[in-house]
C-alpha cells in the first residue's frame, strides 16, 4: 500500500523560499503523476499542481511563477519550492498521488488518492 | 476557474440519520465524450488528511461503507449518508477533475446533534 509522508521547515520567514519533500513508500513513484495541495487554517483545498516522474508538471495559474516542482525517481520523493512566501501562504500542505481517471496530451483528470499526513507551514518573521 | 459552492457550510445531524450534502459547480463536470462526471468526495476527519470516498460523482470507492452514496450531472451533485455514526463525524469536500485548475468546495462540516 503506497504511503506518502511531507517533510520540510515548520517556520519559513517572509520573502524566503519554502521548500518541501514528499516521500513515497510502499510503490514505485515512476510511471504516476504526483501532486500538492494546500490547505490555510480553517479555510478549504487548493491545489497547487502535480508532476510526472518524468518531470512534466503543471501548476495552478493562480500562483503564478512562484512554485517549482521536482521528482527524484532514484530517491523516490518529490519537491514543492515556492519563492517568495508571505503570511498569506501559511498553510498545512499535502502531497498526494493522482489516483482514478485519466491523463491527455496536456492535462490530467484524476481524483487524489491517497494523502500524505500534511505539514504545517507557517510564514512569520 | 471552476468554482464549486457546497451546501451548507456546516451540519449537524442525530446518530442514524440521514445527512445531506451539495455541491453545485459554475459549469457542467460532464464529458459528453464518455458521458462521466468529474467530480469526487472527500472525507477529512479531524487531524487527518482528505480521503476519497466517491469519484464520477457516484462510483464508491471500495472499502468506503455503502451508507455513502453520491448523486447527481452536470452542475448539481449531493453526497449522502444515510445512517449517521459517530465515525463519521468530518469535514466534506467536492472536488472537480473536469478541468485545470483542480477546484474544491469550501467544504462542510459534519457533526453529532
Known amino acids: 500500500q503506497v504511503q506518502l509522508q511531507e517533510s520540510g521547515p515548520g517556520l519559513v520567514k517572509p520573502s524566503e523560499a519554502l521548500s518541501l519533500n514528499c516521500t513515497v513508500s510502499?510503490?514505485?513513484?515512476?510511471?504516476?503523476?504526483w501532486t500538492w495541495v494546500r490547505q490555510p487554517p480553517g479555510k478549504g483545498l487548493e491545489w497547487i499542481g502535480y508532476?510526472?516522474?518524468?518531470?512534466?508538471?503543471k501548476y495552478n495559474p493562480s500562483l503564478g511563477s512562484r512554485v517549482t516542482m521536482s521528482v527524484d525517481t532514484s530517491e523516490n520523493h518529490f519537491s514543492l519550492k515556492f519563492n517568495s512566501v508571505t503570511p498569506a501562504d501559511t498553510a498545512v500542505y499535502f502531497c498526494a498521488r493522482l489516483g482514478e481517471g485519466h491523463c491527455g496530451p496536456t492535462s490530467c483528470h484524476k481524483v487524489l488518492d491517497p494523502w500524505g499526513q500534511g505539514t504545517l507551514v507557517t510564514v512569520s518573521s | 476557474d471552476i468554482v464549486m459552492t457546497q451546501s451548507p457550510d456546516s451540519l449537524a445531524v442525530s446518530l442514524g440519520e440521514r445527512a445531506t450534502i451539495t455541491c453545485k459547480s459554475n459549469?457542467?463536470?460532464?464529458?459528453?465524450?464518455?458521458?462521466?462526471?468529474?467530480l469526487a468526495w472527500y472525507q477529512q476527519r479531524p487531524g487527518q488528511p482528505p480521503k476519497v470516498l466517491i469519484y464520477w460523482a457516484s462510483t464508491r470507492k471500495p472499502g468506503v461503507p455503502d451508507r455513502f452514496s453520491g448523486t447527481g450531472s452536470g452542475t448539481d451533485f449531493t453526497l449522502s449518508i444515510s445512517s449517521l455514526q459517530a465515525e463519521d463525524v468530518a469535514v466534506y469536500s467536492c472536488?472537480?477533475?473536469?478541468?485545470?485548475?483542480?477546484?474544491f468546495g469550501q467544504g462542510t462540516k459534519l457533526e453529532i446533534k
Open positions: 472536488h472537480q477533475y473536469y478541468s485545470n485548475p483542480f477546484t
Open positions: 459549469q457542467s463536470l460532464l464529458l459528453p465524450s464518455d458521458n462521466r462526471n468529474y
Open positions: 510502499g510503490g514505485s513513484i515512476t510511471n504516476y503523476y
Open positions: 508532476i510526472h516522474s518524468s518531470g512534466s508538471a
